[in-house]
C-alpha cells in the first residue's frame, strides 16, 4: 500500500455532483469576475467565520500583504512575524515594503512567545502577525494585550486555520484575519485563492479598492494598486465545499487522535500538542524525531509519503541572505531546531481508517533503533490536555 500524503483530488469526487453544477453555472453565465459567486461566497464565508465582512483575493500571501497595505503599513516600518513559519508570511510583509521582525516560537512552536515580542518592539513597529500554525490557534490573547499597550495592529495569518476556534471565538472573528484556498488547505479551491475577513468596514473596503488595481469604477483608478481576485469558477467551487468544512474537519480531527494515541508512547517522536483553549482543525500532523531524515528515508521505503514543514526557516533563506531580516545561524534556535526535528504526516478528510492505521504501523516500525526524542522536561507532549 502506498499512501499519499494528501489525496487533493478527493474532496471533488465526494461532492462530484455539486461541484459540477457550479462550475456549469459559472461557465453558462459568462460572468467570470467580480460577480454573483464571488459576492454569495464573501457573504457565506464572513458568516461562517462570525465576522462582518470578507474579500476574497487571488492567494493567501495578496490577502496578507494586501491587509497590511489596508492598514498603510509600508516602507519604514517593521512587522513581528514568527521565525517558524512558511515563507509567504514573511514575504506578503517584504512586499509592502515593511522589514519583518522575527521571534521564536513558545516552546510547542505553536505561537509566537509574548516575551519576545515585547523584546523586538521597536518605534518602527506597526503590527504583530500571528500564525495559527498547523490548523492550531496561536495564543492570542497576550499579543493583543501587548498591541494594545503599543497601539500596533494584529493581522492574523489564518492560510491553515479554516474552521478552528480560539477560546470558543472562531479564527476569523478578529479584526484583520487572512485566509488562503490554495488546493491543500482545509477549505482548498480548485487554484489558487485568498481572502481577508474583518469587522472593519474600511479596512473592507480599501482591501476591495486595492485588489481592482485601485478601481471602483472602470477607467478610474484612485490609487496604485495591483490586481488580485479570487474568480467566479474558484468562488463557485468554495461554496459548494463550504457546508461540509466542519464535518471534513471532524475527520481529520479523528485521525489526529487515533495518530497521538498510538504514537504518543513511541520515546523516538514527540507527537504534538493541543493548547486546553484551542479547539484546532488539523491541517496539519506535525511530530517531531532527533533523526527525522532517517525516519523520513525508513517511511518512504514502507510506501508512506510525508512532507517536512518548514525545512529552512525564512531567516536562512538564501530570499533574505542580504535582506536585514536575514540572520546567522542559531539566532532563533527554536525555529532552526523544529526546521530540523518536525515531519508531517499523512493527514486529510479522506484518509481511510485502513491507512492512518498502516500510517502508525508504519512510524512505529520505522522508529525502531532510532534516538529517543528529548524534551526540555523529560515529558512526553500529549496529544491532547485537559481543557479548562
Known amino acids: 500500500m502506498t499512501i499519499p500524503f494528501l489525496d487533493a483530488g478527493a474532496g471533488y469526487r465526494e461532492l462530484r455532483a455539486e461541484i459540477d453544477?457550479?462550475?456549469?453555472?459559472?461557465?453558462?453565465?459568462?460572468?467570470?469576475?467580480?460577480?454573483?459567486e464571488l459576492a454569495a461566497f464573501e457573504e457565506e464565508f464572513a458568516a461562517y467565520c462570525d465576522n462582518d465582512h470578507c474579500v476574497a483575493v487571488g492567494s493567501g500571501?495578496?490577502?496578507?500583504?494586501?491587509?497590511?497595505r489596508a492598514l498603510d503599513i509600508g516602507p519604514g516600518d517593521e512587522v513581528v512575524v514568527p521565525a517558524h513559519t512558511f515563507i509567504g508570511t514573511w514575504l506578503a510583509v517584504s512586499a509592502t515594503g515593511a522589514r519583518p521582525v522575527a521571534v521564536d516560537p513558545t516552546p510547542d512552536g505553536l505561537s509566537l512567545d509574548p516575551a519576545l515580542v515585547e523584546a523586538a518592539l521597536t518605534p518602527r513597529t506597526r503590527a504583530l502577525m500571528p500564525v495559527h500554525l498547523h490548523g492550531h490557534p496561536a495564543d492570542l490573547d497576550p499579543l493583543l494585550a501587548i498591541a494594545g499597550r503599543h497601539g500596533?495592529?494584529?493581522?492574523?495569518?489564518?492560510?491553515?486555520?479554516?474552521?478552528?476556534?480560539?477560546r470558543g471565538r472562531r479564527i476569523g472573528s478578529?479584526?484583520?484575519?487572512?485566509?488562503?484556498?490554495?488546493?491543500?488547505?482545509?477549505?482548498?479551491?480548485?487554484?489558487?485563492?485568498?481572502?481577508?475577513?474583518?469587522?472593519?468596514?474600511g479596512v473592507a473596503e480599501r482591501i476591495r479598492l486595492l485588489r481592482n488595481c485601485g478601481s471602483r469604477e472602470k477607467y478610474r483608478h484612485e490609487v496604485r494598486s495591483t490586481h488580485s481576485r479570487l474568480d467566479e469558477f474558484q468562488a463557485a467551487v468554495l461554496r459548494a465545499k463550504l457546508p461540509r468544512l466542519d464535518a471534513w474537519n471532524a475527520r481529520r480531527a479523528g485521525t489526529a487522535e487515533r495518530y497521538g494515541r498510538a504514537l504518543g508512547p513511541v520515546p523516538q517522536i514527540a507527537v504534538p500538542v493541543t493548547a486546553p483553549w484551542a479547539d484546532p482543525v488539523w491541517h496539519l500532523y506535525v511530530i517531531r524525531c532527533a533523526e527525522r531524515d532517517e525516519l523520513r528515508r525508513r517511511l518512504e521505503r514502507a510506501g508512506v509519503q510525508t512532507l517536512i514543514h518548514y525545512p529552512v526557516p525564512p531567516h536562512r533563506s538564501p530570499a533574505y541572505a542580504d535582506d536585514p531580516a536575514g540572520a546567522p545561524a542559531g539566532t532563533h534556535p527554536l525555529s532552526e531546531r523544529l526546521a530540523a526535528q518536525s515531519l508531517s504526516l499523512p493527514l486529510g478528510p479522506h484518509l481511510g481508517e485502513d491507512e492512518a492505521r498502516a500510517v502508525v504501523a508504519a512510524v512505529r516500525a520505522a522508529s525502531a533503533g532510532l534516538a529517543a526524542y528529548p524534551t526540555p522536561d523529560g515529558q512526553r507532549f500529549p496529544l491532547v490536555t485537559e481543557k479548562r
Open 152 to 166: 500596533l495592529a494584529v493581522v492574523e495569518d489564518a492560510a491553515q486555520a479554516h474552521g478552528a476556534r480560539y
Open 174 to 201: 478578529g479584526h484583520v484575519v487572512a485566509f488562503s484556498f490554495y488546493p491543500g488547505k482545509n477549505l482548498g479551491a480548485m487554484g489558487d485563492g485568498g481572502a481577508v475577513v474583518t469587522g472593519d468596514s
Open 61 to 68: 500571501c495578496d490577502a496578507l500583504e494586501l491587509s497590511l
Open 21 to 36: 453544477a457550479a462550475l456549469q453555472r459559472v461557465s453558462a453565465s459568462g460572468r467570470y469576475l467580480l460577480d454573483a
